[in-house]
């Protein structure tokens, strides 16, 4: 093949590659800009949270031994035993395994018997107490799945997303079943979200990196890099003029 041909089709393939290619590589320059010039710690809004309430330590808890036979079956597997604290309460929250799920009960600390899961109105006052600053709450809504809140992503459910106003702007999500907060959603996690879903071109879990289109992308990228060296060097004057002498 001549040369002429091989420049023509190198420069062809390389424009309109660098046309699509070019807009996702400004996406993710701008998602990369926002990364790197906001402090994670306020996208994940720890800067609104209190730190957890100290537990008692003069109290009479009950052994673990006391309940463990009881609400866990022999066959079942403890994955974690924690004593904290609800609404200022000691319980025990213990984590197991049962028919390969994982599954979750509250025990009260003090006597021993299991605790119901979250009210609405705990649920909200366990949300506010872990909130720092004072604001109104605009919406509580309970949740059995993420189909309408994709920020709660692979996180226990049910739950209740309480949603405070202005100063903070954020959604506080409290597992029902846990009965703890499992994270804060602000605006500025939003938007990180949506650049870290161009990022990875994942538009449904937005977490996935093995996806084929960001893979398609990656190589086209390395091929449309490629083919502006190859353009390069066919059509160097400097090159051109070396081989030329030589």
């Known amino acids: 093949m001549k040369k002429s041909k091989i420049v023509r089709l190198t420069r062809k393939w390389h424009r309109y590659l660098g046309v699509v ?34 537990i008692p330590n003069r109290l009479s808890y009950v052994s673990p031994k006391t309940f463990l036979d009881e609400q866990i079956h022999q066959n079942d597997s403890v994955i974690s035993l924690e004593l904290t604290t609800i609404l200022e309460h000691p319980i025990y929250r ?11 009960v509250l025990i009260d600390a003090l006597s021993g ?51 405070f106003d202005k100063p903070v702007n954020t959604t506080v999500y409290v597992s029902q079943d846990y009965g703890n ?12 979200d949506f650049l870290w879903m161009l990022h990875t071109m994942d538009y449904q879990e937005r977490d996935n ?34 081989k030329r002498k030589s």
Do not use: M
């Open 21 to 54: 290619l070019g807009i996702q590589f400004l996406l993710w320059t701008i998602g990369g800009l926002y990364f790197s010039w906001t402090n994670i710690d306020e996208i994940r809004g720890d800067n609104l949270k209190k730190e957890s309430p100290r």
């Open 181 to 192: 907060v499992q994270t804060f959603r602000n605006n500025q996690w939003r938007v990180f």
């Open 113 to 163: 018997k299991r605790r119901k899961s979250l009210t609405r109105d705990e649920a909200t006052k366990v949300a506010q107490q872990k909130l720092n600053t004072k604001a109104k709450i605009t919406q509580v809504e309970h949740i059995t799945d993420t189909g309408g809140h994709h920020e709660y992503r692979k996180r226990p459910l049910p739950a209740y997303a309480i949603t």
């Open 209 to 242: 990196f093995n996806n084929l289109l960001l893979r398609a992308f990656s190589f086209f990228g390395i091929f449309t890099i490629l083919s502006g060296f190859t353009l390069y060097l066919l059509t160097s004057k400097t090159l051109n003029q070396k």
């Open 94 to 104: 213990v984590q197991y395994k049962s028919s390969g799920k994982k599954k979750v």
